[in-house]
């Protein structure tokens, strides 16, 4: 697996600027593995947020629940040609949704496109005696979603997001792995905000977000353990370029998961339920995913 977006957009009152869709738990097990070739993925995520919450950590008033259906389909390719050790490919991941807010609105359609110009993947090395296999990606969202001035609700975000990853797997021993995946994010202006929040320019802040899993091998391509994820917001989002205090978003989530392995093909399956969140939905999700290596 080399890259994806999560397209779960969420909703919050009209004074906060909302992150885009990015990438929290769709991928976890063996993330930092891969090799020359190509790889064809579909994943599946359903979302069901109970409440939204403000700065405080305290449902908004006048907000309900958030349920949301996506799809994202991965293609990468990675040659047989190094720079700086590792080989060099590229990727894109097209995504779609449908995302029901009650009385805020309901939207559906295509999400934002995201691209990679520039993947390099390091092939298994030791350190501190494990095998540890990594990958860095300069991932590109465009603003090709669904979007409407007069909605409440999108799927697009009718911004360009820059959003860079470094992914990494180790095997403290045979039958253990551990990956990780780390996240920079930063989003451009949106000079045609929703007309309901009054305003003539908002910009989401700055965000660092990371997914993380610690894998058993029970049988032989079968993995089960603990997966999570977490997303910080590291600067104010600013509307009419002024900053929005007590406006960051942040959430956390942990749930149990697996992936089976049989030749080139990889099944997974994994549910979070989140915590700690500032101001965005919460609530519980589950990420199917299916994988063809070629």
Excluded: C
């Excluded at 807010?101 to 295509?110: D, K, L, P, S, W």
């Excluded at 911004?159 to 990494?168: G, L, R, S």
Aim: a neutral charge; aromatic letters at 10%; zero cysteines.
């Amino acid at each position: 697996m080399l890259g994806s977006s999560l397209l779960r957009q969420p909703v919050l009152a009209q004074t906060h600027v909302a992150e885009p869709p990015v990438n929290l738990g769709d991928t976890n097990f063996l993330d930092g593995i891969a090799g020359p070739g190509y790889v064809l993925e579909q994943i599946a995520d359903g979302g069901h947020d109970g409440k939204i919450v403000g700065a405080s950590g305290n449902a908004v008033p006048g907000t309900g629940s958030v349920n949301s259906i996506s799809g994202l389909t991965h293609l990468a390719w990675l040659s047989h040609k190094r720079i700086a050790g590792g080989w060099y490919g590229v990727e894109v991941v097209g995504a779609a949704a449908d995302v029901d807010a009650g009385a805020q609105g309901r939207a559906g359609g295509v999400g934002a496109l995201t691209v990679s110009p520039f993947i390099l993947q390091w092939t298994e090395h030791r350190f501190l005696h494990m095998p540890v296999e990594q990958r860095v990606t300069l991932d590109f969202q465009l603003p090709v979603g669904g979007y409407s001035r007069s909605s409440g609700v999108n799927i697009g975000s009718n911004t360009f997001a820059v959003n860079p990853y470094y992914a990494i797997t180790a095997h403290p021993t045979k039958r253990i792995e551990t990956s990780w995946r780390v996240h920079y994010l930063w989003n451009s202006t949106n000079n045609a905000p929703p007309l309901s929040t009054g305003a003539s320019s908002t910009q989401a802040g700055q965000a660092i977000h990371f997914n993380a899993t610690a894998g058993y091998n029970i049988y032989k391509g079968l993995w089960i353990g603990p997966n999570a994820y977490f997303l910080s917001q590291i600067t104010d989002g600013r509307v009419n370029g002024v900053s929005v205090p007590d406006s960051p978003e942040r959430v956390a989530a942990i749930g149990p998961g697996m992936v089976w392995n049989r030749h080139k093909w990889f099944f997974y399956a994994n549910e979070y339920q989140e915590f700690g969140a500032r101001n965005r939905a919460t609530g519980q999700k589950l990420v199917l995913r299916v994988e063809k290596v070629f």
